[in-house]
Nanobody, 118 residues
Framework: QVHLVESGGGLVQPGGSLRLSCAAS????????MGWYRQAPGKQRELVAD???????NYADSVKGRFTISSDNAKNTVDLRMNSLKPEDTAVYYC????????????WGKGTLVTVSS
């Protein structure tokens, strides 16, 4: 079992910045992908950004140039630095960790709310 704990959400004005953090614990494997997804009211959950254990990041087009994902394999953490936030970034942000070589090992955090509003 894997346990993910997110932190860092909150209220921020348009144009502001926030950093989300996620820490993983439990039965972990070296080959993994950690990432952030978000779900706005009335919309489907979507990928924001993810990063493999090799350090290769992947971003949704809507956040490229504004958000930066980083990870620390030794600490099993993944951070999302969000700059130039827009009202449309408002959503619950979920941390996800999956292990591509391990069948069925795909875990989600409980989510943290990010609200961008003046």
């Amino acid at each position: 079992q894997v346990h993910l704990v997110e932190s860092g959400g909150g209220l921020v004005q348009p144009g502001g910045s926030l950093r989300l953090s996620c820490a993983a614990s439990g039965r972990l494997f070296a080959i993994n992908v950690m990432g952030w997804y978000r779900q706005a009211p009335g919309k489907q959950r979507e990928l924001v950004a993810d990063i493999s254990n090799t350090g290769i990041p992947n971003y949704a087009d809507s956040v490229k140039g504004r958000f930066t994902i980083s990870s620390d394999n030794a600490k099993n953490t993944v951070d999302l630095r969000m700059n130039s936030l827009k009202p449309e970034d408002t959503a619950v942000y979920y941390c996800r960790m999956r292990f591509p070589l391990e069948s069925g090992m795909d875990y989600w955090g409980k989510g943290t709310l990010v609200t961008v509003s003046s």
